[in-house]
C-alpha cells in the first residue's frame, strides 16, 4: 500500500458527460501528479500541482482540468467525455518537486465512456 | 531530450531462472533513473531508483540495476524468478521542466510485460 488513494476504483459513464477523479497523496507529501495510461498511449504525464499551485503541464487536453486543494487532495475533472477517453488514470505524491524524487502512486480509476 | 528504450516488450522466463529486462536511456545531463512493476489490476509500485550514487542499485524483492554510463543502459535483473514476479516493468526517467528545478516530471518507457513459468 503506497499510502497513495483514489476514489472512485471504477467509473463508467456515457459521451458527453464529465467526471470528477478525486486523490488524496501520502501523509507530508506536496507534491500530485495526474497520468493517463491506455493501451495505444501507455503511461502520459497529465499534470502536476505542488502545494495548491500548477507547477507542470503534460498532454492535457483543454477537455480535462485539474486542482490541488488546500488540504492537498486533488481532483482531475474531465468534460464532454469521449470514448478515447476510456483509460486507467492515476495519481501519484512526492515529498516536494525538486531533487532525485520517487513518486507513489494509487492504485487508479479505470474509466470507461461508452 | 531525456527518453527511455525498453528493449523487449515481452520476455518469458521458467521460475528460478534470472530475470533481465533491458532499458538504455538517454538523457543531456546526469540522469535520474526508476524500475517501476505494474501488477495486474494494479498501481504501480516503485522497484528502485538511481540518483548518481552507487551504479548497482538494490531494490524491493531481489531486483537490482546497474546504471552504465558508457552504455546508456539501466537494466533490471534477478538471480531467480519466482511466480510472483509476472507483471509488467516500466523503466523511467526523470525529466526537468523549467528553469528554476522545481519543475519535473516522469517519462515511462513503453513497458515489458515479464511472463514466468513453472
Known amino acids: 500500500d503506497s499510502g497513495v488513494t483514489q476514489t472512485p476504483k471504477h467509473l463508467i459513464t456515457a459521451t458527453g458527460q464529465r467526471v470528477t477523479l478525486r486523490c488524496s497523496p501520502r501523509?507530508?507529501?506536496?507534491?500530485v501528479y495526474w497520468y493517463q495510461q491506455s493501451l495505444d498511449q501507455g503511461l502520459q504525464f497529465l499534470i502536476q500541482?505542488?502545494?495548491?499551485?500548477?507547477?507542470a503541464k503534460g498532454n492535457i487536453l483543454e477537455r480535462f482540468s485539474a486542482q490541488q486543494f488546500p488540504d492537498l487532495h486533488s481532483e482531475l475533472n474531465l468534460s464532454s467525455l469521449e470514448l478515447g477517453d476510456s483509460a486507467l488514470y492515476f495519481c501519484?505524491?512526492?515529498?516536494?518537486?525538486?531533487?532525485?524524487?520517487?513518486?507513489?502512486f494509487g492504485p487508479g480509476t479505470r474509466l470507461t465512456v461508452t | 531530450a531525456q527518453s527511455v528504450t525498453q528493449l523487449d516488450s515481452h520476455v518469458s522466463v521458467s521460475e528460478g531462472t534470472p530475470v533481465l529486462l533491458r532499458c538504455n536511456y538517454s538523457?543531456?545531463?546526469?540522469?535520474?533513473l526508476f524500475w517501476y512493476v505494474q501488477h495486474p489490476n494494479k498501481g504501480l509500485q516503485l522497484l528502485l531508483k538511481?540518483?548518481?550514487?552507487?551504479?548497482l542499485v538494490k531494490g524491493i524483492n531481489g531486483f537490482e540495476a546497474e546504471f552504465k554510463k558508457s552504455e546508456t543502459s539501466f537494466h533490471l535483473t534477478k538471480p531467480s524468478a519466482h511466480m510472483s514476479d509476472a507483471a509488467e516493468y516500466f523503466c523511467?526517467?526523470?525529466?526537468?521542466?523549467?528553469?528554476?528545478?522545481?519543475?519535473?516530471?516522469?517519462?515511462f518507457g513503453a513497458g515489458t510485460r515479464l511472463a514466468v513459468h513453472p
Open positions: 501519484a505524491s512526492s515529498r516536494n518537486s525538486q531533487g532525485p524524487y520517487e513518486q507513489y
Open positions: 501523509s507530508g507529501d506536496l507534491s
Open positions: 500541482y505542488y502545494n495548491g499551485e500548477e507547477r
Open positions: 538523457s543531456s545531463y546526469s540522469p535520474s
Open positions: 538511481y540518483t548518481s550514487a552507487a551504479t
Open positions: 523511467v526517467v526523470r525529466k526537468r521542466i523549467g528553469f528554476s528545478g522545481g519543475y519535473n516530471k516522469l517519462i
